[in-house]
C-alpha cells in the first residue's frame, strides 16, 4: 500500500473529534502524489457530508466556474488535490456553518502537504485556510486580502469562499469576477 493510500485511510478513519460534531464523522478529501493544484477551503457542508464527494454543492459549481475548469478535470486528483482546514461537517451555526473543526488541521495538514511534492499552486479559500497559511502576511480582512492575491504568489492563490452567501461580497467587488478569476484561470490553465 503507498504512503498516500495509507495517509487517506488514516484520515477517512479519523475520529478526533467525533464528541463535537452534530453527525458520525465523515472525512471528506482527495488527492494522489500527483496532485498538481492543492485547494484548502473551509470544511465540507451538510450536502458534501452526506454525498462524500469535495465541492459537490452551490459552491462547487461556482469554484469550477472560477477555475475554468469541468468537473471531470476538477476531480481527477492528478489536478486538483482537495484538503479542507476541517476534514467533516462541523454543524450549523446562527448565520451559515460552524467553523472548521482545528483538530483538522492540527494533526494532518503538515503530513498531507509534505505528501503532495508535485503541488505548483494552493489555492486558499476562505478567512480560515488565509489566516493558517498566511498568519501575519494577510490583510486587515478578506477584501483586502483577496485583492492583493498577486502577493501570494508563486506559492498561493487567495479566494473568497465560492457560497451563495457571498453574492451580496461578489455585487461589491465586481473587480474580482471581472479581473482575478481571469488571471485565477490563465494560471489553471498552465498548470493543467
Given at each position: 500500500?503507498?504512503y498516500?493510500?495509507?495517509l487517506i485511510?488514516?484520515i477517512?478513519?479519523?475520529?478526533?473529534c467525533?464528541?463535537?460534531?452534530p453527525?458520525?464523522?465523515?472525512p471528506v478529501?482527495s488527492?494522489?502524489l500527483?496532485?498538481?493544484i492543492i485547494?484548502?477551503?473551509q470544511?465540507?457542508?451538510i450536502?458534501v457530508?452526506?454525498?462524500?464527494?469535495?465541492?459537490?454543492?452551490?459552491?462547487?459549481?461556482?469554484?469550477?466556474g472560477?477555475l475554468?475548469v469541468?468537473?471531470?478535470?476538477?476531480?481527477?486528483?492528478k489536478n486538483?488535490g482537495?484538503?479542507?482546514m476541517g476534514f467533516?461537517y462541523?454543524?450549523?451555526g446562527?448565520?451559515?456553518d460552524?467553523?472548521?473543526?482545528?483538530?483538522?488541521?492540527e494533526?494532518?495538514?503538515d503530513r498531507v502537504l509534505?505528501?503532495?511534492?508535485?503541488?505548483e499552486?494552493i489555492i486558499?479559500?476562505?478567512?480560515?485556510?488565509?489566516n493558517?497559511f498566511?498568519?501575519?502576511l494577510?490583510?486587515?480582512?478578506?477584501?483586502?486580502t483577496v485583492?492583493?492575491?498577486?502577493?501570494?504568489l508563486?506559492?498561493y492563490?487567495?479566494?473568497?469562499?465560492?457560497?451563495?452567501r457571498?453574492?451580496i461580497?461578489?455585487r461589491k467587488n465586481?473587480w474580482f469576477e471581472?479581473?482575478?478569476v481571469?488571471?485565477?484561470?490563465r494560471?489553471?490553465?498552465n498548470?493543467?
Open positions: 500500500m503507498s498516500k493510500i495509507k485511510t488514516e477517512e478513519s479519523c475520529v478526533a467525533k464528541k463535537q460534531l453527525q458520525k464523522p465523515r478529501v488527492f494522489s500527483s496532485s498538481k485547494i484548502i477551503g470544511a465540507p457542508g450536502k457530508h452526506n454525498s462524500g464527494v469535495p465541492w459537490d454543492d452551490a459552491s462547487g459549481k461556482r469554484l469550477r472560477w475554468g469541468s468537473s471531470e478535470q476538477f476531480y481527477n486528483n486538483f482537495i484538503v479542507p467533516c462541523p454543524g450549523k446562527k448565520s451559515g460552524l467553523p472548521p473543526r482545528p483538530e483538522c488541521a494533526l494532518w495538514m509534505k505528501t503532495l511534492k508535485k503541488r499552486l486558499l479559500i476562505g478567512q480560515y485556510a488565509q493558517y498566511l498568519n501575519d494577510k490583510k486587515k480582512n478578506l477584501t483586502e485583492k492583493s492575491y498577486r502577493e501570494y508563486p506559492d492563490f487567495v479566494l473568497p469562499h465560492p457560497s451563495p457571498n453574492n461580497w461578489l465586481s471581472q479581473r482575478t481571469a488571471e485565477l484561470q494560471l489553471i490553465n498548470i493543467i
